[in-house]
């Protein structure tokens, strides 16, 4: 999608990765509702993007941008940082929400493999943190990091996305040193929030049992909801002015199993 200069520079801006479904467009229509202006990245879900942003300018014209980049490919992630820019020419939250995800067994693992998990997860967040990072400074502004449970308690054939992942986590803690004072990093660690695909059908009574299995080890007995993740990542952005380098978990205690 072409970039343009919206003419409302006072309106702040939301620049997030990944975000065209799921959480990452809970999020986004988050902040816009708070009312940020809102570039939403993508790589391969465009019509997701489109749809959502049409959403958007619709209930306020000129308020949303999307972008497409491959975050895998370093030179595509150094253009994304600048169309971004060029959006609104601000940039004031930083939220890194893209990420890769699946098993990787140990006897099949490889350089590709490790590449394309790394990347997605860790390499293109430090790197738009570090292009970002005069912008933000400039706006006080904020970065949040979308991390994982998995990044403190590894998840079992996955080891290469557990590792991403507690990478990201580290990562919080020393952008938070190398940005202070005027840019505050933290992050965002889900637990269960939606059921993943091997979970969906409930009309399989072991899909049933599986769900009261997964339900038993949350102390509040219930799947938190794309909101909770949401208004977790908006107030560590925006509301949280003296919090900084802290990963907050929003799992429903499920960590205390």
Same mark, same amino acid.
């Not at 902040?31 to 749809?51: L, P």
């Not at 990072?133 to 990091?145: D, F, H, T, Y």
């Not at 290469?160 to 938070?176: N, Q």
């Given at each position: 999608?072409? #970039?343009?200069?919206?003419?409302?520079?006072? $309106?702040?801006?939301?620049?997030? $990765?990944?975000?065209?479904?799921?959480?990452?467009?809970? #999020?986004?229509?988050?902040?816009?509702?708070?009312?940020? *202006?809102? @570039?939403?990245?993508?790589?391969?879900?465009?019509?997701?993007?489109? #749809?959502?942003?049409?959403?958007? *300018?619709?209930?306020?014209?000129?308020?949303?941008?999307? /972008?497409?980049?491959?975050?895998?490919?370093?030179?595509?992630?150094?253009?994304?940082?600048?169309?971004?820019?060029?959006?609104?020419?601000?940039?004031?939250?930083?939220?890194? *929400?893209?990420?890769?995800?699946?098993?990787?067994?140990?006897?099949?693992?490889?350089?590709? @493999?490790? +590449?394309?998990?790394?990347?997605?997860?860790? %390499?293109?967040?430090?790197?738009?943190?570090?292009?970002?990072?005069?912008?933000?400074?400039?706006?006080?502004?904020?970065?949040?990091?979308? $991390? +994982?449970?998995?990044?403190?308690?590894?998840?079992?054939?996955?080891?290469?996305?557990?590792?991403?992942?507690?990478?990201?986590?580290?990562?919080?803690?020393?952008?938070?040193?190398? /940005?202070?004072? %005027?840019?505050?990093?933290?992050?965002?660690?889900?637990?269960? @929030?939606?059921?993943?695909?091997?979970?969906?059908?409930?009309?399989?009574?072991?899909?049933?049992?599986?769900?009261?299995?997964?339900?038993?080890?949350?102390?509040?007995?219930?799947?938190?909801?794309?909101?909770?993740?949401?208004?977790?990542?908006?107030?560590?952005?925006?509301?949280?002015?003296?919090?900084?380098?802290?990963?907050? %978990?929003?799992?429903?205690?499920?960590?205390?199993?």
């Amino acid at each position: 999608m072409n #970039t343009s200069t919206n003419q409302s520079h006072g $309106t702040r801006v939301c620049f997030l $990765t990944g975000a065209s479904k799921r959480l990452g467009a809970c #999020t986004a229509k988050k902040f816009h509702a708070e009312g940020f *202006n809102v @570039i939403i990245h993508y790589n391969h879900s465009k019509n997701s993007a489109d #749809t959502l942003v049409a959403q958007l *300018n619709a209930l306020r014209t000129g308020s949303a941008f999307c /972008l497409q980049a491959d975050l895998c490919e370093h030179e595509q992630t150094q253009s994304l940082a600048r169309l971004a820019f060029d959006c609104y020419r601000r940039v004031d939250v930083l939220v890194n *929400n893209a990420s890769a995800f699946y098993p990787t067994p140990l006897a099949e693992c490889d350089h590709k @493999i490790w +590449d394309d998990l790394f990347d997605s997860n860790l %390499r293109a967040a430090f790197f738009l943190a570090q292009q970002f990072a005069p912008e933000l400074e400039q706006r006080a502004g904020s970065i949040v990091n979308m $991390t +994982d449970t998995y990044a403190d308690s590894p998840l079992k054939g996955f080891p290469i996305y557990s590792m991403a992942k507690a990478g990201v986590k580290a990562m919080t803690k020393s952008l938070a040193k190398e /940005l202070a004072p %005027r840019v505050r990093v933290n992050g965002v660690s889900p637990g269960a @929030i939606l059921w993943p695909p091997s979970m969906e059908d409930e009309s399989d009574p072991a899909v049933l049992e599986d769900r009261q299995k997964m339900l038993e080890k949350i102390p509040l007995r219930t799947l938190g909801e794309p909101q909770n993740i949401a208004d977790t990542v908006f107030f560590l952005a925006n509301d949280a002015c003296y919090v900084t380098g802290q990963t907050v %978990r929003v799992d429903g205690g499920r960590s205390l199993s």
